[in-house]
């Protein structure tokens, strides 16, 4: 089952943190896009080939220490069919180095378009779970549901995002007073309940970002069953502090993703006197660790059980 593979291997890595791969070309190191650009031309096939290139040497330097990459659709789309091949190449490489992999593609849509986008990922042995967008309504996410069933994959649904404008509509008051935000969380809780591992977590699990952690605490009690999948660490604003609701006290109960703050942790003024672009991948390394590190000691602190 999904859930319960996540939850051993973040046990097994003694990490919660995903690693976004979201590459841009213009971040990439020069040595790289030289190696790209000879091979490929100084083209999109170039580009896509560097992109590659880049997530390929991230994965090396982390797949031991991390359970999961989530690689955001966008990056790669940008640059049609040959960035495309890029996507479906790095969730080819994370797969075989046995990291978990989720392809970041908030897809929603009606019921009968959802089944074609539900295939195309889910029924994909590349891919362990896919973000969907539920604000479409239940039936629009139900093609999501039924294949995490049948296929062993996990879904995590948007309910509050990091977004600064996550408000606008998330946090509109409905008649009965809750937040529109709490009513997707009731839906997605409720559907969860047919897809609950060992653990007690299910493999239709939610997204609640970090920049909202009381949001979180509350969203934590409401949605017992879903796994959490956090995004806006680091870049965003989120902080260590701002994720501990999002656990419960076994250190279960999410997953953090940071994207730009562990790729690019080299240029960031933390690293970037220790490590040189051709070292992007160490520096990257020594992120994800030092993050791990301190989410552990935060579950310490809390008297929670680090994962
Ligand atoms: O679904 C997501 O992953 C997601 C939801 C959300 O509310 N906010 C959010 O930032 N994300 C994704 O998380 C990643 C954040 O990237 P960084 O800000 O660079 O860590 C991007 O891939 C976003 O698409």
Do not use: H
């Not at 970090?210 to 680091?234: D, H, I, Q, S």
């Amino acid at each position: 089952m999904f859930i319960d593979n996540l939850i051993e291997s973040i046990k097994a890595k003694k990490s919660p943190v995903v690693v976004g791969l979201d590459p841009r070309i213009e971040k990439t190191p020069q040595f790289i896009k030289d190696v790209a650009f000879k091979r490929k031309g100084e083209n999109i096939e170039g580009i896509s080939e560097a992109l590659y290139l880049f997530n390929k040497g991230i994965i090396d330097a982390v797949y031991d220490v991390v359970p999961a990459v989530k690689i955001q659709v966008a990056f790669y789309e940008v640059y049609g069919i040959e960035g495309f091949k890029a996507f479906f190449k790095t969730a080819e490489y994370a797969k075989n180095l046995g990291l978990m992999v989720i392809a970041d593609v908030k897809r929603g849509d009606i019921q009968e378009v959802a089944k074609m986008y539900s295939k195309a990922y889910l029924q994909n042995q590349l891919f362990d779970a896919i973000t969907v967008n539920p604000y479409m309504g239940e039936d629009t996410i139900m093609p999501y549901v039924e294949d995490a069933i049948k296929y062993d994959k996990g879904i995590f649904a948007l309910v509050k995002t990091s977004n600064k404008g996550s408000k606008d509509i998330q946090d509109i008051k409905t008649a009965t007073g809750e937040y529109v935000y709490q009513r997707v969380a009731k839906i997605i809780n409720k559907i969860s309940k047919s897809a609950v591992g060992k653990y007690g977590y299910s493999s239709i699990g939610a997204v609640v970002g970090a920049t909202y952690p009381e949001e979180a605490k509350v969203l934590r009690k409401e949605m017992p069953n879903c796994f959490f999948l956090v995004p806006g660490y680091g870049a965003q604003g989120g902080t260590v502090e701002d994720i501990m609701d999002c656990f419960d006290e076994n250190g279960l109960g999410a997953i953090i993703n940071s994207s730009r703050s562990v790729i690019y942790a080299y240029q960031s003024p933390y690293w970037k006197d220790v490590y040189s672009e051709y070292e992007y991948a160490q520096a990257a390394r020594a992120e994800v660790i030092l993050m791990t590190g301190m989410i552990n000691n935060g579950l310490v602190k809390r008297k929670y059980i680090a994962c």
